[in-house]
């Protein structure tokens, strides 16, 4: 289950609900099917957010965790916290700030990475500082698209990704955006380009927040 963090700063600024709100959403959805984890209310950390909030990269990453450690005890559902940053270093120092809140191989999303899909390389050099320190984290990539999705050092650094891609294109193509079909299309086509099986690459598809 994704919080619409990027919704949320973008257009809003802010969470227009607290954490409490979100955990009684989190446990609903819960009981309607196999809700397997809910991701944390995070902070994008992209230069235009920062303009947005006119807060700091360290506030926004210790405001991510801090709504991080506030959900926890609300939910029996397994939660996701959130590395944020937006050069290498910073998704490092992010990773020294959680502590020993991140477990041996947990799986942690990694955001404010969704808009340099136009740039591979910087998503690489974040993955691959993410995993010099911290090899065991299961890595979770929000909103790749095909290409950075192509690349083949990225896709064997992530454990999974959601993506908003092939939504998109079914509504540009006049097709069911919505489709769990549309979904699965993209997640094989992915696959294909990589040279490796959908279940190889662990691939989440999503209809977004």
């Known amino acids: 289950m994704d919080s619409g963090a990027f919704t949320e700063i973008l257009y809003h600024g802010g969470f227009r609900y607290p954490v409490e709100e ?22 994008m950390c992209e230069p235009a957010m920062l303009k947005i909030t006119g807060l700091t ?21 397994c939660v996701m ?3 944020q940053g937006y050069t290498p270093e910073e998704y490092a120092h992010h990773i020294e700030m959680y502590g020993d809140r991140l477990k041996l191989n947990m799986r942690v999303g ?3 990475v969704c808009k340099r899909n136009s740039s591979p390389k910087e998503i690489v050099a974040v ?19 095909t290409t950075s999705l192509e690349n083949a050092y990225i ?31 993209f997640s094989k086509n992915i696959g294909i380009i ?6 190889q690459l ?8």
């Not at 926004?60 to 609300?74: A, F, G, M, S, V």
């Not at 993955?127 to 698209?145: Q, S, V, W």
């Not at 092939?166 to 299309?185: F, H, L, P």
Request: aromatic share 6%; net charge positive.
């Open 81 to 83: 916290p959130v590395l």
């Open 127 to 145: 993955l691959d500082t993410i995993k010099r320190k911290r090899p065991d984290l299961k890595l979770h990539g929000f909103g790749l698209k």
């Open 110 to 112: 990694v955001g404010s």
């Open 194 to 199: 990589s040279g490796r099986k959908p279940h």
């Open 155 to 185: 896709l064997s650094m992530l454990h999974s990704a959601d993506s908003m891609a092939w939504s998109m294109a079914a509504r540009r193509q006049g097709r069911n955006s919505n489709s769990g079909i549309e979904a699965a299309i």
């Open 202 to 209: 662990s691939l989440e598809v999503s209809n977004g927040q």
């Open 57 to 77: 990269v360290i506030d926004h990453q210790r405001l991510t965790i801090e709504r991080y450690d506030r959900l926890l005890p609300l939910t029996t559902v």
């Open 22 to 43: 979100y955990a009684i959403w989190i446990n609903k959805f819960a009981k309607c099917g196999n809700l397997e984890l809910a991701v944390s209310q995070d902070y």
